[in-house]
Structures are given as structure tokens and as C-alpha cells.
């Protein structure tokens, strides 16, 4: 059996399944100013755009967390990139990076910022699957 035509037909098969446009990124912190009271977003580095798969893991793996005064569950969701994604030289992605959906077959999904929980590497993976979260 030959591990590299395997693994070839595989990551081909994942990457059919992924539909979603996706933008991954980085954010500076953020600018407070205190002649105007506002605050300006960070700005982003984008570290990948392009197709994705994000899906939903069981609704049940869901925490509740204090926001804001008020209970709010955080669910958890697993995106899924082509495997040979390329990250420039000394480039992690890191828990608090974020995911956006572009563009996906679920409209309701266009625009949710999901962050990054966790990273998974591996060199006979068919995808690059990234743990996220909605804290929306």
C-alpha cells in the first residue's frame, strides 16, 4: 500500500467537502484614545483566505460563561482547511486568532468571527482542522 497515494485521494475528498470561504486572521490590540473616549480595532493580519469547512461540534459541548452581566453559552466549532495550507516562515496560528466566514451555501453563517481554541498539526492529516469557538 502505497501512505502517499492514500493520503492524496484523501486530502482531494476532504477539500471537495469544503464549500465556505474563509478568512484567517490575527488582530493588534486594540487603540484606546483618551482625548475622544473611542477605541479603534487592532489591525488584521490575514494568515490564509480562502476554502474552508466549518461545522458545528455537538451543541452540548457548549459552556456557559459570564459576559456582561448575563449567562451566554459558548459553542464550539471545528474548521477544516486544505492541508497544505502555507503560513509565512516563524507563523503559528494561536489560540485567540480568529476565523471569519466570507461566504458559505448557509447564508446564516456569512460574517461569524469564530476564535481560535486550538491548532492540530500532523504530517498524514487529509485537513488542517482548527478548534473554534463562537463568542458571539
Known amino acids: 500500500m502505497n501512505i502517499d497515494g492514500v493520503l492524496a485521494a484523501g486530502r482531494a475528498a476532504a477539500e471537495s467537502r469544503m464549500r465556505d470561504d474563509v478568512r484567517v ?3 493588534a490590540d486594540d487603540v484606546f484614545d483618551r482625548a475622544t473616549g473611542t477605541t479603534t480595532p487592532g489591525a488584521p493580519t490575514v494568515l490564509y483566505e480562502g476554502k474552508g469547512r466549518v461545522k458545528p461540534i455537538a451543541q452540548a459541548s457548549g459552556r456557559e460563561v459570564q459576559a456582561g452581566g448575563r449567562e451566554v453559552q459558548l459553542l464550539a466549532y471545528q474548521v477544516s482547511l486544505p492541508a497544505d495550507v ?19 451555501p448557509d447564508t446564516r453563517m456569512v460574517g461569524l468571527v469564530l476564535w481560535v481554541t486550538a491548532a492540530n498539526y500532523g504530517d498524514q492529516t487529509t485537513a488542517w482542522r482548527l478548534t473554534t469557538e463562537d463568542r458571539s
Open 25 to 27: 486572521y490575527s488582530q
Open 86 to 104: 502555507p503560513l509565512a516562515a516563524d507563523t503559528r496560528l494561536l489560540p485567540g486568532m480568529k476565523v471569519e466566514v466570507l461566504d458559505s
